[in-house]
């Protein structure tokens, strides 16, 4: 086994000239650690996948000066596969237990992502991983590693542009079944004709792996009840016995954007599909949601399209890419930066320059640092700007809009949104950061303002019921809520 050592690594020594797997380990301790709390650490991990061991010691003096150490095991799918040590003198503060195992913990999960890569790469010709260093990250590869170790069907969510293929290579490459193929069939592309002879070609070429399903909520119905027939376990007696996909050598996995219980609900997906392949369930946090993910992407993609090394980002530039919402996530983030760096003229590539090649990111930043500002939008009746946001969501936004004197409920705009009722109170908090009820009584309040200034003599109860209160109280307690003031002194303010 080879053994890569690195005696005294700094917060400052060039990431570029280190080992794939001590770059990312390098790159996290930085992004999480103090460079105090650095200089008393050392870790050594073990990639079985490359035999490859590696040590970092960030402080050679401090590693033969120290007065204790103590270890803390860095484990993955209950398996040794290093130790991070901790090198004190009697007179330094340390991070806490509590610290130091969750940091092991992550670093386990790291030398796993690098060994997920090396295989991708060996078996399908493209490394594939998932990348980042927030919680959400995290937290989503902790799910996964722990899933991956039984061989049952998964279903990821998420939206257009994320992860997905990444994150079905990192369950599959974490399983017994690694060195087995992994194969992908994107329902979206396929025919019936065709999608039957993938599975025929799958069902003939596989004994053990992983068949990945993406866009599966494209399949016709006739479609789902051909995939359902593999998918049903018959006996090899039965005179109707044909060859079926074998669930206890094959993993299923499957992804789509839409919500597929909603399709569920409109008798649109088979429920007896639906129940075989959502065993577990994962959903990929969308990139505007883990914003320090994107500074870490930006570095690491900015390696693969620079034309040259000279061609760097400005700060400003970078801060564009940060607050931007990324409707389409990583997808288009690449995208983005393939398209800077082939088509900007100067090296030092500043926020203008950014704007001009894709003019999108001057459009939607200031909704994105302010989603208050959807109110003002729906009042001017421009849906433009969430155009790009999941099409239940612009339903529901549009919905409102038409119907906003109505007692509206949940329940009522989730089925004109085409939508469960739970999916869609989760699309409005996590792209607007609100509730649909919080949004409709700010959009009534500021429609009640508009009505006073265009008639400062009009009757509080009346307007109460001409903005869809039909309580007093409550709309008073409402409209100073959103104005700071009785809807009496907003009149007399308008008032000559």
């Not at 509080?460 to 700071?484: A, N, P, W």
Request: proline share 4%; with cysteine.
């Amino acid at each position: 086994m080879n053994e890569s050592t690195l005696s005294a690594i700094s917060p400052s020594d060039a990431i570029e000239n280190q080992l794939p797997l001590t770059q990312s380990l390098t790159r996290y301790l930085n992004a999480r650690c103090s460079e105090h709390t650095l200089r008393q650490l050392s870790l050594e991990v073990e990639d079985q996948t490359q035999q490859l061991k590696t040590h970092i010691v960030f402080n050679q003096e401090n590693s033969l000066t120290c007065h204790s150490q103590q270890s803390y095991p860095i484990v993955y799918q209950r398996k040794r596969i290093g130790a991070l040590n901790l090198l004190t003198k009697s007179s330094q503060p340390s991070p806490t237990q509590s610290e130091l195992t969750q940091l092991s913990s992550q670093i386990g999960i790291l030398v796993k992502r690098n060994a997920i890569q090396a295989l991708s790469s060996r078996y399908l010709g493209k490394k594939a991983s998932l990348q980042g260093y927030s919680d959400q990250i995290l937290n989503l590869e902790k799910t996964i590693e722990r899933i991956a170790a039984k061989l049952c069907p998964v279903y990821i969510q998420a939206e257009s542009g994320s992860e997905v293929v990444d994150v079905a290579c990192s369950i599959h490459f974490s399983s017994y079944a690694k060195h087995h193929p992994f194969y992908e069939i994107d329902c979206a592309s396929c025919d019936e004709e065709d999608f039957a002879k993938k599975l025929s070609h799958v069902n003939t070429a596989m004994n053990q792996g992983c068949i990945f399903f993406s866009h599966i909520d494209a399949l016709s119905l006739t479609q789902q009840k051909y995939l359902l027939e593999q998918l049903t376990t018959q006996s090899k007696n039965s005179a109707s016995y044909t060859s079926k996909i074998d669930l206890q050598r094959i993993r299923i996995i499957s992804a789509s954007e839409s919500d597929i219980q909603s399709l569920v609900d409109q008798a649109e997906f088979l429920p007896s599909l639906w129940q075989k392949l959502n065993f577990f369930s994962l959903q990929i946090p969308p990139l505007r949601e883990r914003p320090d993910d994107i500074h870490t992407l930006v570095e690491q993609l900015s390696e693969i399209y620079q034309l040259s090394p000279q061609q760097q980002l400005t700060e400003q530039a970078k801060s564009v890419l940060k607050n931007y919402r990324w409707p389409n996530n990583i997808a288009e983030l690449e995208k983005v930066l393939l398209r800077t760096f082939t088509l900007a003229q100067e090296n030092d590539i500043s926020e203008q320059t950014l704007v001009n090649i894709y003019p999108e990111l001057a459009k939607t930043t200031a909704f994105t640092q302010n989603p208050q500002h959807c109110v003002e939008y729906l009042l001017a009746g421009d849906m433009a700007p969430f155009s790009k946001y999941h099409p239940s969501l612009q339903k529901a936004l549009s919905y409102i809009l038409d119907h906003w004197q109505r007692d509206i409920s949940l329940k009522e705009l989730a089925a004109n949104a085409y939508v469960s009722s739970s999916h869609l109170s989760y699309l409005f908090k996590r792209a607007l950061q609100r509730s649909f009820k919080q949004i409709l009584a700010e959009f009534r309040i500021r429609k009640a303002c508009q009505l006073i200034e265009q008639n400062p003599n009009l009757r509080i109860t009346d307007l109460c019921m001409e903005v869809g209160f039909g309580d007093l109280s409550h709309f008073e307690k409402i409209f100073r809520r959103y104005t700071q003031m009785s809807p009496r002194e907003y009149k007399k303010r308008q008032q000559p």
